[in-house]
């Protein structure tokens, strides 16, 4: 049995479209029951649980007499708003025979990078938490675009198990587990232990996936995986149909060491779950400064601005040669900024007022993400 996952009081757990769609593309409701089984399960033996469900689009698709996910955004935000009703009312469904009452997080990328929205969603889980429900987390896809979307409910799962203080991760796929090669392929053999980088040295890491109506594959999964130990979460991989043995301690599927420990959530969202809206290159000095003083960024320290952004967008700093040394929200709009460049605060508060007496990009806003004296994501 696994200590890691016995002791768990917390649990998020993912599940794909895969491991909920029919053959027929659309949701199959005794794979919703089988999974809400094994989480109603949990939740009597006393831990939390959080459910990251994808699904919306796959289940939008029947009703709109679609054959297939659709590729453009425009219809992928119209099957996920018919959809997500769908998929919320079977899951109420299903966990009400266990007398469990669920509610529906959706979450964009601006919800929990910026100050204020991070702090509400923060504040929801709590509450819910305290009243006894099962929160149902999924990306609000019919608003997000193409520019502000995390990309894929594994890594949203793993930022979300960051943000709930989860003890564990329980990823469901339509595949048992990490093998070292293609599943399929004679020959392969599972990975049941991953304790740091070295143990996937050696992993060929495809899009395994069958169903053709997901967005994640492999990779993926060990992305999120990265991203929750780097931040102190033990992951468990596996796939839907095992997910009671999983949650129950048993040895199936591969478990994902913890290699870090946990940071400011903010700050975790802002280097994995955000790309830059622009670039803001930094002189060697104020490279330094960042990455080992771990200081705010002024704009004497700016050679040159790109992008179109607004003050609190995400914005990558890199340094001369064009490399990527952090990621920061930025307190000035990309009009405004040109004219600051190179110029000291003290300056621009005399020139300009008091308001421009402030930094480019915060200390406490600002991630590390490569330089000397960087350890990976973390409050710069």
């Keep these: 049995m696994r200590s890691e996952v016995l002791g768990a009081e917390r649990v998020v757990v993912k599940v794909g479209s ?6 027929d593309g659309g949701i199959d409701q005794a794979r919703v029951a089988a999974i809400v089984d094994d989480l109603a399960a949990a939740r009597a033996r006393g831990a939390e649980v959080v459910l ?34 769908l998929l919320m009312h079977r899951y109420t469904e299903e966990f009400a025979r266990h007398r469990l009452t669920v509610g529906q997080v959706l979450l964009t ?23 006894g429900v099962v929160p149902v987390v999924n990306e609000n896809d019919t608003v997000a675009t193409t520019e502000i979307r995390f990309g894929d409910n594994d890594r949203l799962a793993a930022l979300v198990a960051h943000l ?46 069958a169903a053709g109506v997901g967005t994640g594959g ?9 991203i929750a ?39 975790l969202w802002l280097a994995h779950a955000t790309e830059g809206r622009g670039q803001v290159v930094l002189d060697d000095g104020a ?10 960024l002024l704009p004497a320290g700016i050679t040159a601005v790109t992008g179109t952004f607004t003050a609190g967008d995400p914005v990558d700093l890199t340094d001369q040669a064009g490399r990527l040394i952090a990621r920061g929200l930025v307190n000035y709009d990309a009009e405004e900024l040109p004219a600051l460049v190179g110029r000291s605060t003290r300056e621009l508060a005399r020139e300009l007022g008091a308001s421009y007496e402030r ?6 806003d600002l991630v590390v993400l490569t330089g000397p004296g960087s350890a990976g994501p973390g409050p710069a």
């Design 359 to 364: 930094e480019v990009v915060h200390r406490d």
């Design 52 to 85: 990251v469900s994808s699904g919306a689009i796959a289940a939008g698709l029947t009703p709109l007499g679609l054959k297939r996910r659709p590729r453009d955004l425009a219809t992928q935000q119209a099957a996920a708003s018919v959809g997500q009703g």
């Design 18 to 23: 895969s491991s909920l769609a029919s053959a």
């Design 218 to 226: 492999m990779q993926t999964k060990v992305e999120a995986a990265r």
């Design 229 to 267: 130990t780097g931040a102190g979460i033990p992951v468990v991989l596996t796939s839907a149909d095992q997910a009671g043995e999983a949650l129950r301690g048993e040895q199936v599927g591969t478990l994902f060491h913890p290699t870090g420990r946990r940071r400011p959530t903010r700050l």
């Design 164 to 209: 709930v203080h989860a003890d564990l991760l329980v990823l469901l796929s339509d595949v048992d587990g990490l093998y070292d090669g293609h599943p399929r392929e004679a020959g392969t053999s599972l990975v049941t232990d991953v304790r740091g980088e070295a143990d996937l040295e050696a992993v060929r890491i495809g899009r395994a996936g």
């Design 287 to 296: 490279v330094r400064a960042v990455t080992e003083r771990r200081a705010s």
């Design 109 to 131: 990328v601006d919800d929990v990078t910026r100050r204020s929205h991070h702090q509400n969603a923060y504040r929801t889980f709590g509450r819910l938490r305290e009243l």
